[in-house]
């Protein structure tokens, strides 16, 4: 069955502490309204989740932060299994895994919990505070009656308390009854303590098949029972939408006690701040969320808290995570998924395709200046930027009658900012000529873009004025995952990479990669220039030096057309020319100019 990519939300959190439910053939139906292909909740296993990356939503996280990052810190002591509090055996996981055989009290196993609250607590609860970072303090109703202080003082702190089972147990194998009763006791537990009821909730192990229906029956904001994903996500529960924010077992102090994965500090911070750097610098375009799992037990230590000082360490001071509990990151994912107006449904796009949602014509002139002397340039510039317009606009390209064929210096390219500007005059004072509202800067590098605009602004003119870099830039900050930039001429890196930052574009650029052989000679030879576009993507997704990149622009003014004829690729590849025209409609249909008379 094949699964639909997006989520399903399109309730807003109430300000009650509860859900507004939806039904999700309502959600469907307004999916299919709108021309997009609607999910199919699948109730009982999702191999799929979201699939292909690029399915992803477009959403964003705080402050454009690259990542959501929650730290989780589990407050068990005094629920675990205890022949001591009347159950049939001791908990066997701590320090040691041990054989379960004595039915007889085991002060031993109770000792090394009761070192969480007596001494852990304090060590984890200085680091957080030092680095001025908020958790979530998940929380068994057991342990919260006997040790109230841990939870109160937590919430006083602005920690997050949220709900882990009344004991440290499963709920697999319970009645409906007795699991109604035991998510009312730890809910209870902790509204008794804080004065707050929990939105969320934990099951140590196995859920039933009756927890998230009986949460969302009690006003839970979200569950994180499910290890299958790095974002959040809904499933249907019959036919409302429960939020789950995924945890973790890897990044996770828990492998110091059940596998001996880590056995120093430096094991543990390492394989925590790899898995963060990976998913900042690889999968930026994602709004991917990464959990933290901690236990007072365990990260107490006092061998293991280095780990979290380093931790907390490289994570703040990336500046690129948004680091906050659990409860605001669901919060902020169901106002984000709420607004119909953001749920974009993005699809893969083939080589040199350009996907533009349907609107309504409207007319407008569009200037396209090359500031290279080649009007050989101009033609196939002018052809491309026609094929795309729609019938209602007028597009006229001027060649520039200074400077050179061909930019291939710094030299060159300064000669063609003033290039443009006399263009722009000479045009501006021919008789019959008509008034654009949009100036395209017809050269991959925008020369004279920024004077243009000056000049335009001074005359009091209605006037957009773009390049084709910039455009096209923009148009590859409209799909998911960074871009790279592959054009001809050596020159041209320095160049693009001052526009760039320029034009504070710089955010998700991953390279920009310059051929030997410049635009012209790579126009002129198809086949040889296909080839050598082609050899330096693959390039580019080989080099372990690069970031990865799922969009690369063909920069270039020459290069306009080759896009489509660059096939078996892993990235899609932007004619930069297809892709700027893209972006004049999108501006346009914001923006309505005064026309010139």
């Not at 505070?129 to 068994?140: A, N, Q, W």
């Not at 809910?187 to 998230?212: F, L, Y």
């Not at 808290?305 to 902020?332: C, D, F, N, Q």
Request: some cysteine; proline content about 5%.
């Amino acid at each position: 069955m094949e699964k639909a990519s997006l989520p399903a939300p399109l309730h807003k959190y109430a300000s009650s502490g509860s859900l507004n439910s939806v039904s999700s053939d309502r959600f469907t139906s307004m999916w299919g309204d709108k021309g997009w292909t609607p999910p199919s909740l699948d109730t009982k296993r999702d191999l799929v989740g979201y699939g292909n990356p690029r399915n992803l939503p477009k959403f964003s996280w705080p402050e454009k932060k690259k990542i959501a990052v929650s730290f989780v810190l589990n407050f068990e002591e005094g629920s675990e299994l205890s022949v001591g509090d009347g159950d049939e055996q001791n908990e066997n996981v701590h320090e040691v895994t041990e054989e379960q055989g004595d039915e007889t009290r085991d002060y031993c196993v109770e000792s090394h919990f009761e070192y969480g609250t007596r001494v852990g607590y304090w060590r984890v609860i200085e680091a957080f505070d030092r680095y001025g970072v908020k958790m979530t303090v998940s929380s068994c109703g057991r342990a919260v009656e006997r040790s109230p202080w841990i939870v109160q003082d937590a919430a006083s702190r602005g920690h997050e308390i949220a709900a882990h089972g009344y004991r440290w147990s499963a709920h697999a194998g319970m009645s409906e009854e007795e699991e109604i009763r035991a998510i009312d006791l730890c809910s209870s537990a902790i509204e008794d303590a804080i004065g707050k009821k929990p939105v969320g909730w934990h099951t140590r192990s196995k859920r039933s098949n009756n927890t998230r229906r009986l949460l969302m029956e009690r006003g839970f904001l979200y569950s994180d029972d499910a290890y299958n994903d790095d974002t959040p996500y809904y499933v249907d529960i019959n036919g409302n939408l429960h939020l789950i924010l995924p945890y973790a077992f890897d990044t996770n102090d828990m492998q110091f006690q059940n596998t001996t994965r880590f056995n120093t500090a430096r094991s543990f911070s390492e394989y925590v701040c790899d898995s963060f750097d990976w998913l900042v610098n690889h999968e930026n375009f994602i709004p991917r969320m990464m959990t933290i799992g901690l236990h007072l037990r365990i990260i107490g230590r006092p061998g293991r808290m280095p780990a979290l000082y380093s931790i907390l360490e490289h994570i703040t001071k990336s500046g690129k995570a948004w680091i906050v509990p659990r409860e605001e990151i669901a919060k902020h994912w169901i106002n984000m998924t709420a607004e119909e107006n953001s749920i974009l449904k993005s699809k893969p796009l083939n080589s040199g395709q350009v996907v533009r949602k349907s609107r309504p014509q409207k007319s407008f002139n569009l200037l396209v200046i090359n500031p290279n002397t080649s009007t050989t340039a101009t033609d196939l510039i002018m052809t491309h930027v026609r094929q795309n317009l729609p019938p209602s606009v007028k597009a006229v390209g001027v060649t520039a009658t200074i400077g050179a064929p061909t930019i291939a210096s710094e030299s060159s390219y300064a000669v063609a900012q003033y290039a443009v500007i006399e263009a722009y005059n000479t045009y501006m004072n021919t008789e019959g000529r008509i008034t654009p509202q949009v100036i395209l800067v017809g050269c991959f590098g925008d020369p004279g873009v920024f004077a243009l605009r000056e000049i335009v602004e001074k005359e009091g003119r209605d006037i957009k004025v773009i390049g084709l870099a910039e455009a096209s830039m923009r148009f590859a900050l409209q799909t998911p995952g960074n871009y790279s930039i592959i054009t001809g001429g050596e020159a041209w890196g320095p160049i693009l990479r001052r526009l760039a930052k320029d034009l504070d574009l710089t955010d998700r650029l991953s390279d920009i990669r310059c051929l030997s052989s410049d635009g012209r000679q790579l126009s002129e030879n198809r086949t040889l220039g296909l080839n050598l576009l082609r050899q330096e993507i693959l390039a580019h997704n080989s080099d372990p030096s690069s970031i990865p990149c799922t969009t690369v622009i063909l920069g270039g003014g020459l290069l306009a057309g080759m896009a489509k004829d660059i096939v078996n690729v892993p990235m899609t590849v932007l004619d930069c020319v297809q892709a700027s025209v893209s972006h004049i409609l999108a501006v346009v249909k914001d923006h309505t100019p005064a026309v010139e008379q």
